[in-house]
């Protein structure tokens, strides 16, 4: 395998371990919600003050991503993600549960970027949406192998023991990464030379993208959907579908298991369309409107009678947001090389998408708890998937370029 895989492979698995630390609170929820006799309201609060921070921090994570190695950046702030989980599984009250997930917000808000500038760097252009696709197949790896294995140690040796496992797992990466990774030579690196980039007002030509903004409009209904399954699916599995803590952590695994390989096949796909002559928007845009409408599925989780019906739903539908979610990268990445801003850019998309990661465990706690059931919020997910596709349908090919 060449130098720029085993790369890509490791920012697959650090994203694999950044949504790991993310669904262990989720899988706990069930138990937290007992011990601590907190409604759902509450907790899909708590559940989605981690994007407080994490949105909030993205636009000056990506500046920062810009300026300071990813060699230094990935250990750095996985060290944090570690300390994050430790100080959860120290809590006494369900109000202590907020600050460490702002910090796990902070602390993560650099890895996207990071991710990202690190696959500009070493991938040309023609595999990029394959590189894309490995980094967001790592939220699917992540959320795959995370809750059962979550849910066994919650189970069998209490709820603080899943936040252990996962500090443990945060800081053996960092290790890792730290002495194993080493910056491209120059014949390994893909980024535009300093002379081809644009001198002046880079971000007034960021701002005044079209394709930018219809980028983020589509990620914005994407990232609501995506925290939804991330913060409610397992106790939507137990809650309205009578599964066990354990039944619901392996069912939980199996739709995320299935969006991983659908994730690597479409990042293949937009690669293989832009080969094939189409421009790399159009090859991208093929992609996102097609996962966004798969995305639908979730409506038939809602409604259908049976259980393991459901999971087939979920299982199409997170397949559709995982592999729209690998195209929305690689539409980046091809939107604002040029500018040599990649860091800077993904941060901004980064941080007006998580707006609708902050909303979706909200509104999706309040209406479960209004409602008693999860049908009204996975139906509400289901419409903003087909307004996500209008947005990402509403991209201009001929207009790839990010306007000077």
Request: glycine share 10%; proline share 5%.
């Amino acid at each position: 395998m060449s130098r720029r895989w085993v790369v890509a492979t490791g920012v697959l698995i650090i994203t694999a371990v950044a949504y790991v630390d993310r669904v262990n609170l989720s899988v706990a929820e069930p138990v937290l919600a007992r011990e601590f006799h907190a409604s759902t309201a509450v907790l899909g609060v708590i559940l989605s003050s981690f994007t407080w921070t994490y949105t909030a921090c993205a636009i000056p994570a990506g500046l920062l991503v810009d300026r300071v190695r990813t060699r230094v950046v990935f250990p750095a702030i996985l060290g944090l993600w570690a300390v994050a989980s430790f100080l959860t599984a120290g809590v006494r009250t369900v109000g202590g549960l907020i600050a460490p997930r702002l910090l796990l917000g902070v602390s993560e808000s650099p890895f996207a970027p990071a991710s990202i500038r690190t696959l500009n760097t070493w991938l040309p252009q023609r595999e990029r949406g394959l590189g894309s696709s490995m980094f967001i197949s790592g939220v699917a790896l992540g959320s795959a192998v995370g809750p059962p294995g979550l849910a066994w140690l919650v189970a069998h040796h209490g709820w603080q023991s899943c936040f252990v496992a996962t500090g443990i797992l945060s800081a053996v990466i960092a290790v890792v990464w730290a002495v194993a990774y080493r910056e491209p030579r120059p014949a390994e690196d893909h980024s535009p030379a300093p002379e081809e980039r644009p001198t002046a007002l880079p971000w007034r030509a960021l701002l005044g993208s079209r394709n930018l903004w219809f980028l983020i409009g589509g990620y914005f209904c994407l990232l609501y959907i995506l925290y939804t399954f991330v913060s409610w699916v397992p106790g939507y599995l137990v809650a309205d579908r009578g599964f066990t803590l354990l039944g619901s952590g392996v069912s939980t695994s199996i739709p995320w298991a299935v969006a991983f390989v659908a994730g690597l096949f479409g990042g293949r796909l937009s690669d293989a369309a832009l080969r094939r002559g189409r421009a790399p928007l159009a090859a991208r845009k093929v992609v996102l409107v097609g996962g966004m409408v798969v995305a639908l599925a979730i409506v038939g989780a809602a409604l259908i009678d049976s259980a393991a019906a459901a999971i087939v739903f979920l299982a199409i539908s997170t397949s559709g947001i995982i592999v729209a979610n690998g195209a929305v990268w690689a539409a980046t990445q091809d939107v604002v090389h040029d500018l040599g801003m990649t860091g800077s850019a993904s941060g901004f998309v980064n941080f007006w998408g998580n707006v609708g990661g902050i909303l979706g465990p909200i509104v999706t706690g309040v209406l479960a708890t209004t409602t008693g059931t999860f049908v009204a919020p996975l139906v509400v997910a289901g419409a903003l998937a087909l307004v996500g596709a209008a947005s990402f349908g509403a991209l201009r090919p001929r207009d790839q370029a990010v306007a000077s």
